[in-house]
């Protein structure tokens, strides 16, 4: 059974840093991997999906790579902005038609 | 842009009543999903259908979860009796292939 998980669970930052999220998951045999925001109380943003056959993809600020035989995936923030502030899922995908499962999420704060 | 589209956006029910909540597929999509997120928890897959048919459900979506497509169009998810257990976030995703989409949500509270 496919298990997802993040960290850190919660980050504080100043504004201006760069950072780095972390997602393992338990069976690295994913169709692919995507990354989202949460807002509070509010739906999912998708910012970035991998193919199982990538190492990374990139949009502006954000960087996600994909280590699959590792069975890890990283989200690295560059200059970090206090509308930056969410939480971050990491979910992934077995085949193509299959259920998204998602990990808890890490919950960002950039103060200004 | 296409879009995932979820009416209403807050339902707010008595314990043991009936609620359908409801979502329209981006145009061409074949597959379809309900997720759900209980405050502070994570996003955790309720059912998938296909060609009319469920896929596959998780053991959240028991005898008073259903869902259908009435018209063809719209992508339904019925609670027959509502707990209060059913109160939080749920997600309608469609798919063609490879990516999921998903919509805005609609919170249900259960009072």
């Known amino acids: 059974k496919q298990e997802v998980t993040q960290i850190p669970a919660a980050l504080s930052v100043p504004e201006g840093e760069n950072l780095v999220l972390n997602c393992s998951f338990t069976?690295?045999?994913?169709?692919?991997l995507q990354w989202f925001r949460q807002d509070p109380g509010k739906g999912l943003t998708s910012l970035l999906l991998?193919?199982?056959?990538?190492r990374e993809q990139t949009s502006g600020r954000l960087n996600a790579s994909l280590d699959k035989s590792s069975g890890r995936s990283t989200l690295y923030i560059a200059a970090s902005q206090p509308g930056d502030s969410a939480t971050y899922l990491c979910?992934?995908?077995?085949?193509?038609?299959?259920?998204?499962?998602f990990g808890p999420g890490t919950s960002l704060s950039v103060i200004p | 842009e296409p879009e995932v589209t979820q009416t209403p956006s807050h339902q707010v029910t008595q314990m043991g009543q009936e609620v359908i909540l409801r979502c329209v597929p981006i145009?061409?999509?074949?597959?379809f999903y309900w997720y759900r997120q209980i405050l502070g928890q994570k996003v955790e897959f309720l059912v998938s259908?296909?060609?009319?048919?469920?896929?596959?459900k998780s053991e959240i979506f028991d005898d008073q979860f259903s869902v259908e497509r009435p018209d063809g169009s719209n992508f339904t998810l019925k609670i027959r009796s509502t707990k209060l257990e059913d109160s939080a976030m749920y997600f309608c995703?469609?798919?063609?292939?490879?990516?999921?989409?998903f919509g805005p949500g609609t919170r249900l509270t259960v009072l």
């Open positions: 145009s061409n999509h074949l597959y």
């Open positions: 995703a469609t798919s063609l292939d490879n990516e999921q989409f």
């Open positions: 259908f296909y060609n009319n048919e469920i896929s596959e």
């Open positions: 979910a992934v995908l077995k085949t193509s038609y299959d259920k998204v499962i």
């Open positions: 069976d690295s045999a994913i169709y692919n």
């Open positions: 991998i193919q199982s056959s990538q």
